[in-house]
């Protein structure tokens, strides 16, 4: 078999192409779309519920994620090659061309609405708010943060479309605030991993001082939205397994926001990718749903 570098040219094109196409798409950070799968667990019927439709929802999400990506590259292409880290990326680093990249972004993000199924409409709401944040909401502060935190929200609510369960307020409600203290994590990582070579226009908008007061805040007030939604289910309907996952819930939360605190979040992948802790929560939670479901 003749090695990578004895192939003929155009088929060593073709490889270098779709690697790059590849890793412009980002499959490592599919794990956003995790809120997808949450209503399954949630809604109370994991062993009933329309996993081939929920798993539609899911891949939906990852195409249309890796489509955004995309488009989001090539409008950052000029700003990510004074990046120290994002200068790597296909489209900064000239491996991809724009014209290909922008083809393969709009191909992704209507196979997405294509085979979203049930959660045609959220997919749709979700695409719409993150085309938007691409092209405009990136630059204006408060909003850039908001359109993030909303695209998590979407991402739930094709989760129940999907499982024919109305969204449950207080746990969208959590979700949705959560996704804000990562973005705001986000935000102040990067601006004191950046230090004075900010290379967004947003970014450099934010006071440290105010990202902080807003990680604390978004931290709290997510735990008790959870913590009230919980309690209302077992005070109304006795239902005890809300009301214990709020405590996994509220220690991740706690988690993030020391790790955020700390100027460590710049990277959100990174942090949900390598803290065990958080994955240990993350399994505690969502066997509480689980063993809750088989014994009722």
């Not at 719409?128 to 993030?148: H, I």
Request: glycine letters at 8%; a positive charge.
């Amino acid at each position: 078999m003749p090695r990578f570098r004895d192939r003929p040219r155009s088929q060593t094109t073709r490889t270098h192409f779709f690697y790059a196409v590849v890793m412009a798409a980002r499959p490592w950070q599919w794990t956003k779309n995790v809120p997808v799968l949450v209503p399954v667990c949630v809604a109370g019927q994991p062993l009933t519920a329309d996993l081939f439709l929920v798993a539609a929802a899911f891949t939906a999400c990852c195409l249309s994620a890796s489509g955004i990506y995309l488009l989001n590259d090539v409008r950052d292409a000029p700003q990510d090659r004074a990046h120290p880290v994002k200068r790597q990326r296909p489209i900064a680093a000239g491996l991809l061309p724009a014209g290909p990249a922008l083809a393969t972004s709009a191909v992704l993000m209507a196979a997405g609405v294509a085979v979203a199924g049930p959660a045609r409409p959220a997919v749709t709401a979700y695409l719409a708010v993150a085309v938007a944040y691409c092209l405009l909401l990136r630059n204006l502060v408060g909003l850039d943060l908001l359109a993030v935190a909303a695209g998590f929200g979407f991402r739930l609510v094709a989760g129940y479309l999907c499982v024919g369960a109305a969204p449950d307020l207080w746990l969208t409600g959590a979700v949705v605030v959560a996704a804000l203290l990562m973005a705001a994590g986000k935000r102040y990582g990067e601006a004191v991993t950046q230090g004075g070579a900010v290379t967004r226009r947003a970014l450099a908008r934010y006071r440290p001082a105010h990202l902080r007061s807003l990680i604390v805040a978004t931290s709290c007030t997510a735990a008790a939205i959870y913590t009230t939604g919980a309690l209302g289910l077992f005070l109304d309907r006795g239902e005890l397994v809300p009301l214990l996952s709020a405590a996994p819930f509220t220690a991740a939360l706690g988690r993030y926001a020391a790790t955020a605190l700390a100027g460590r979040a710049g990277d959100v992948d990174q942090v949900v990718h390598r803290d065990r802790v958080l994955h240990a929560l993350a399994a505690t939670w969502c066997g509480l749903f689980v063993i809750g479901t088989l014994m009722s």
